[in-house]
């Protein structure tokens, strides 16, 4: 097998120095891991006016424990992935569980909001160990179909975590307080170090590491694979596919409260409604892609993101009544099963020389786009749902593009 670096090619490691396949209790943890970090992120927003008031602070120092927690997790991947390509997946993985165990129990006893910011970053940096880990050791262990079934299997364990956290933080923060939410996420923290010491084995070998660290270094530059087109395309792909998701989670309160009228319990039902369209076609891409290409499939669903993204904007400009939004969110939402799983596989499986390193930039990217989009889509208000339309439209536009550029990249380069 070879992998399309941009300017050289690059054989992946011998099937000698391969670890075993996925197992379904690995895959399962791996799902665990890719989602502490998200749920961690929204859960405990719908308390922050509880908050303020607790913490007899202000609703913007509030904001920073969300902001602290997003840039530890942006740090934390771009630390934690370089790191288990140099010392294997498992040691940096129990590092960052642990820190992150730490860190959620300071959080939850926290006495002011000063040490609550400093313990949302450093449980933003240890479980973004377990996002950016978890990719990499799909990639050791599988590429083409089954990395895309591994990776879409995975989702719908850890993909719908943004989605449902919100809705579940709603739930309880009236019963348990922001101090219960918390609560929960170290109990899932917990959880995952538990389960990285049981279930996860070194899946970047030893010998593995030496043959590829050699190939770096005679290659001139250890992260010369990242300039790989292939890598950068799927990656945008997957990256703002992603912000689509993210600015629907965004303005959905709004727009589901405000302009539809809904109270609490529809606009959850309406949400969970979405979060179901994302898992079913989540198991759904793995049986399309054992009959079709995995570029084909991801293709579908980029299609389908963008016609409801632009589906959306044209009910929006045109004075549609506004219960008629809900349609093109549910199939954009949805559509994105075809997305997630497809993109990382074929992103981590074009340089998996430094798989961690790619997961990182994956992670990093993806939740920086996340942050980036958040504040626009209220930049008209909570009476108009223009922004989202916006943000939707030219987030699904971008992803469409890289893809065609990339699979016209790749063919070209087949062909010669």
């Given at each position: 097998m070879t992998i399309d670096t941009g300017s050289s090619r690059t054989q992946a490691a011998p099937l000698s120095l391969q670890p075993k396949g996925i197992t379904t209790p690995l895959l399962l943890v791996l799902g665990l891991l890719s989602a502490v970090a998200p749920f961690a992120t929204d859960l405990y927003l719908p308390a922050f006016p509880q908050m303020t008031v607790e913490l007899a602070t202000s609703a913007t120092t509030v904001q920073l424990t969300l902001t602290a927690f997003l840039i530890g997790v942006t740090a934390?991947?771009?630390?934690?992935?370089?790191?288990?390509?140099?010392f294997g997946r498992v040691p940096p993985l129990v590092v960052g569980a642990a820190l992150c165990v730490l860190a959620s129990a300071v959080a939850v006893f926290a006495p002011n909001v000063a040490v609550l910011v400093a313990a949302?970053?450093?449980?933003?940096?240890?479980?973004?160990?377990?996002?950016?880990?978890?990719?990499?050791?799909?990639?050791?262990?599988?590429?083409?179909?089954?990395?895309?079934?591994?990776f879409s299997l995975m989702m719908i364990v850890g993909g719908v975590a943004p989605v449902v956290a919100p809705l579940l933080g709603g739930l309880l923060v009236g019963p348990i307080g922001w101090r219960g939410l918390l609560t929960i996420v170290l109990g899932l923290s917990v959880a995952m170090l538990v389960a990285v010491l049981a279930v996860v084995r070194e899946t970047h070998l030893r010998a593995r590491r030496d043959m590829l660290r050699a190939e770096r270094v005679a290659s001139g530059s250890p992260l010369r694979a990242l300039r790989s087109r292939t890598f950068i395309g799927y990656t945008a792909v997957f990256a703002f596919g992603f912000a689509?998701?993210?600015?629907?989670?965004?303005?959905?309160?709004?727009?589901?409260?405000?302009?539809?009228?809904?109270?609490?319990?529809?606009?959850g039902l309406l949400f969970g409604l979405n979060a179901l369209a994302l898992v079913v076609v989540s198991a759904l891409?793995?049986?399309?892609?054992?009959?079709?290409?995995?570029?084909?499939?991801?293709?579908?669903?980029?299609?389908?993101?963008?016609?409801s993204a632009v589906a959306f904007a044209l009910l929006v400009f045109f004075g549609a009544p506004a219960f008629w939004l809900t349609v093109p969110l549910f199939t954009a939402v949805g559509s994105l099963g075809l997305v997630f799983g497809n993109a990382t596989a074929l992103a981590l499986s074009a340089v998996p020389q430094i798989a961690g390193s790619a997961s990182a930039v994956l992670g990093a990217l993806q939740f920086g786009l996340a942050a980036l989009v958040s504040p626009l889509v209220s930049l008209g208000g909570e009476g108009t749902a223009a922004p989202l339309a916006v943000v939707m439209v030219v987030a699904a536009a971008i992803a469409a593009v890289a893809l065609a550029v990339t699979r016209r990249s790749s063919a070209g380069t087949s062909a010669s």
């Open positions: 934390g991947q771009l630390v934690f992935g370089p790191l288990s390509d140099r949302r970053l450093f449980q933003g940096l240890g479980g973004a160990a377990g996002m950016v880990i978890g990719r990499a050791v799909i990639s050791d262990l599988s590429t083409g179909k089954a990395a895309a079934r591994a689509v998701m993210m600015a629907y989670i965004s303005a959905s309160p709004f727009l589901y409260q405000n302009m539809l009228g809904l109270d609490t319990v529809a606009y891409s793995p049986k399309l892609t054992a009959t079709r290409s995995v570029e084909s499939v991801l293709t579908l669903g980029i299609a389908l993101v963008t016609a």
